[in-house]
């Protein structure tokens, strides 16, 4: 917040400081012993390489120690398949959509490691250009969860952003030109409503996203959806989920 995004390198250090007290006390809240754990899993990729590098680099020196096998997950497959957790069914066939701060993507799930991407982002992933409009109206970051409460109180109509790439006959997407959209119209309004343009432009993301999803899904014949990623937790994009399902 201070620096009004992610900084790699100030990430990295404070990963390093905050790394030992953190293992320590997951440990001790699951009353185990270091030698009682079977595994040490660690974040390998995608991401900030500075801040994976020490994670894995901790998380590979424990499994050397203590005898145990190193596990390196996918960052994106862990965003994937984490709907499923802790159902009986285990990993079913879905049409999954992650939506973060770094990942925009619609991947066909076949059942656990068979998967089928389908599109992603070209430009900015959804959240990310949820944080730059949230910046650009002065919001502290991150600027996703700030849009969304001031959301409910605009009208999502107040402006007709761009739908970026709703047509295009592909299941690909780009945030970029929306982001620049709400750029280019700020210093033309001399008393901005900014939960207005937080609605419309939320609204603009929800819409692209919801439909690209639903038609990914129909093309798949896939009739679960599994959403996940940071921007799941945006309350529209739920509220327009639920709404088409129960259609």
Same mark, same amino acid.
């Given at each position: 917040?201070?620096?009004?995004?992610?900084?790699?390198?100030?990430?990295?250090?404070?990963?390093?400081?905050?790394?030992?007290?953190?293992?320590?006390?997951?440990?001790?809240?699951? @009353?185990?012993?270091?030698?009682?754990?079977?595994?040490?899993?660690?974040?390998?990729?995608p991401?900030?390489?500075?801040?994976?590098?020490?994670?894995?680099?901790?998380?590979?020196?424990?499994?050397?120690?203590n005898g145990?096998?190193?596990?390196?997950i996918?960052?994106?497959?862990?965003?994937?398949?984490?709907?499923?957790?802790?159902?009986?069914?285990?990993?079913?066939?879905?049409?999954?959509?992650?939506? *973060?701060?770094?990942?925009?993507?619609?991947?066909?799930?076949?059942?656990?490691?068979?998967?089928?991407?389908?599109?992603?982002?070209?430009?900015?992933?959804?959240?990310?250009?949820?944080?730059?409009?949230?910046?650009?109206?002065?919001?502290?970051?991150?600027?996703?969860?700030?849009?969304?409460?001031?959301?409910?109180?605009?009208?999502?109509?107040?402006?007709?952003?761009?739908? !970026?790439?709703?047509?295009? @006959?592909?299941?690909?997407?780009?945030f !970029?030109?929306?982001?620049? *959209?709400?750029?280019y119209?700020?210093?033309?309004?001399?008393?901005?409503?900014?939960?207005?343009?937080?609605? *419309?432009?939320?609204e603009?993301?929800?819409?692209?996203?919801?439909?690209?999803?639903?038609?990914?899904?129909?093309?798949?014949?896939?009739?679960?959806?599994?959403? !996940?990623?940071?921007? *799941?937790?945006?309350?529209?994009?739920?509220?327009?989920? !639920?709404?088409?399902?129960?259609?």
């Amino acid at each position: 917040e201070e620096f009004g995004g992610v900084v790699p390198e100030v990430a990295a250090r404070d990963h390093i400081r905050a790394l030992k007290p953190l293992i320590y006390r997951a440990l001790e809240t699951a @009353g185990l012993k270091m030698s009682e754990v079977d595994a040490f899993a660690a974040t390998r990729g995608p991401g900030l390489a500075t801040s994976l590098m020490i994670g894995v680099s901790a998380a590979k020196g424990l499994a050397v120690v203590n005898g145990k096998p190193f596990l390196g997950i996918n960052h994106l497959e862990g965003h994937l398949i984490s709907p499923f957790f802790g159902t009986t069914q285990g990993v079913k066939p879905a049409l999954g959509l992650v939506v *973060s701060g770094g990942h925009t993507m619609l991947v066909n799930v076949e059942e656990f490691g068979k998967y089928e991407v389908l599109g992603q982002t070209l430009d900015d992933a959804a959240g990310e250009a949820f944080d730059k409009v949230g910046k650009m109206l002065g919001l502290p970051y991150p600027g996703g969860p700030h849009i969304d409460q001031l959301a409910t109180d605009g009208n999502p109509k107040a402006y007709d952003f761009p739908r !970026s790439m709703l047509n295009s @006959g592909d299941f690909n997407f780009s945030f !970029s030109g929306l982001k620049t *959209s709400v750029r280019y119209l700020l210093p033309k309004i001399s008393d901005p409503n900014v939960p207005d343009i937080c609605a *419309s432009f939320q609204e603009a993301v929800v819409d692209v996203l919801v439909e690209k999803t639903l038609e990914a899904a129909a093309a798949k014949g896939r009739r679960t959806l599994a959403i !996940s990623g940071g921007v *799941s937790c945006n309350r529209r994009l739920r509220e327009k989920f !639920s709404e088409a399902c129960e259609a």
